[in-house]
């Protein structure tokens, strides 16, 4: 460095930059005058804000990012109560992108285009302004135009404030940052769409990635949720509870708690940084499906029950079609694959399921299926196609699968056990809303796989298990010539 730079206020300042390349908590500490002006009376970060900075350099330290070859992502997913200080810590972790890693690129998005500008971004703007580095950032907030960049550089050193509305799922998309590091925040993440996380996801492929996920836990299905859940293995996962953070309002919360009870799911969502039990749309509550993956039950166990085969084909897409068993509380997926084009390749499949297991009823979706059961009579099989959009016998339910999967919720309530997570992922996924005549009607199977990002087939072919009530046949001993007691299945009529 010459003696003119040593001199130079900006260079001394961008070196400093430098130095804390792998300390955010010393950056923190560094870049706003703590104890001064609008900072009076605060020495620095909460306890629990100082402990996410300190693991986050320390993942820093050990990626040891050399500008060429590409590091694992750093991705840290925290739930929370209210008024923990969340934006604050958004905004600070922003800014230490952007003072500490020159042509960094970023995007930040929320839950809705208001949250994003007067709350995240405005946040932004504020501790901007008490930044040491501030002055070499310009910030924008106007309608439709939420951006922060350097002053010299405004193309390739930049975070950019996205709405989440998934068509505009786009703006996610890789960020190319190979010698720097691209980033996203999202905020109140729970009701991020899943299909912006998905094109997310695809730009942690270069450079220094990171990725946070901050929210209130209000809905229990969705990415935000599977970051505690399928993919924790993924992410560092924090669930900050409101009583920990210094500046919350201990009185209220004292209240709330009086009124609704520490376990309740108000209590947890807003205090305790807990999922729910159910969201309010959701239809069959995750802690049923929990507890039905928990339990054992053998094929011996229920011996005495009818044995039913449900099969949800898919003639299209990447959907797959799936076949599963139910005998009693025993549930099993026996078989998913690929479209199911061929009929006769199908059918033969089912047959061999059916008479392997010696089922005493196939129930099998109307929307694709009608090939599948005309195979299956010229064999002989008394199949039966179920119309998901026909009557319910359920005068709770507007339509057919509406009642099956009522009755799929109480056989969970009664003890059934699911086999595997992707079925009890079908189920909880599914929400609800209640019709002007009091009619409960679920949401249309192209939204549940919106949000999943897969057909539910899994949850559908349970499903069809309990299609209608289905009687234990009697066999006959092999080279018996006793007469067979008893019937397949209730007399049913899809259509009526």
Known sequence: MSAAEKLDPEALLAEDMGRFFYDPLGWVMYAFEWGVGELDGFTGPDDWQREFLTDWGEAIKRNNFDGVKPVAAYQAATSSGHGIGKSALSSWIILFIMSTRPYCKGVVTANTSEQLRTKTWGELGKWRKRC???????????????????????????????????????SFAGLHAANSSPFYLFDEASAVPDKIWEVAEGGLTDGEPFWFVFGNPTRNTGRFRECFRKFKQRWR????????????????IEEWRSDYGEDSDFFKVRVRGMFPDASDAQF???????????????????????????????????????????????????????????????????????????????????????????????????????????????PQMLNKRGEMYNSVKKWLQEGGALDEQETAEDLYSVEYRVKLDGKIVLEPKDEVKARLGRSPGCGDALALTFAAPVMKRNRMPQGSNAIPQGRTVTDYDPFR
């Open 132 to 170: 040491i580095t501030g002055h070499w950032f310009v910030y924008n907030n106007g309608k439709g135009n939420m951006n922060l960049y350097h002053a010299a550089h405004p193309e390739s050193w930049r975070v950019d404030g996205q709405t989440c509305r998934e068509e505009n799922s786009e």
């Open 284 to 394: 069959i509550p995750t802690s049923l499906t929990d507890e039905a993956r928990r339990r054992v039950i053998t094929e011996r166990d229920v011996a005495h029950a009818a044995t039913i085969i449900g099969v949800d084909p898919a003639y299209s897409g990447g959907d797959d079609a799936v076949i599963y068993m139910r005998r009693g509380l025993f549930a099993k997926k026996l078989w998913s694959g690929n479209k199911t084009d061929d009929d006769v390749v199908m059918a033969k499949r089912i047959a061999d399921f059916e008479d392997k297991h010696q089922a005493d009823a196939v129930f099998i979706d109307f929307g694709y299926g009608t090939g599948i059961k005309s195979v299956g009579a010229t064999w002989g099989r008394n199949w039966q196609l179920i119309p998901f959009s026909s009557a319910s016998l359920d």
């Open 237 to 252: 996962c924090r669930q900050i509870d409101s009583r920990q953070a210094k500046m919350t309002n201990k009185a209220k």
